[in-house]
């Protein structure tokens, strides 16, 4: 069950923020880092161990 509620928190993150694919993180505002660690802790959980 955890699995699958990751897996679709994971599906709205790719539509709903943005990506910072090619922006330099070091250079980020702390909001910025915020949504990319919340989406970094996302995706580490929905691929599961």
Do not use: E
Not at 32 to 44: A, E, P, S
């Amino acid at each position: 069950m955890k699995l699958t509620i990751f897996k679709m928190l994971a599906k709205a993150n790719k539509t709903l923020l943005p990506s910072y694919k090619n922006k330099d993180l070091t250079k980020l505002s702390k909001t910025d880092k915020l949504i990319v660690g919340w989406r970094i802790w996302v995706t580490k959980n929905s691929l599961g161990n």
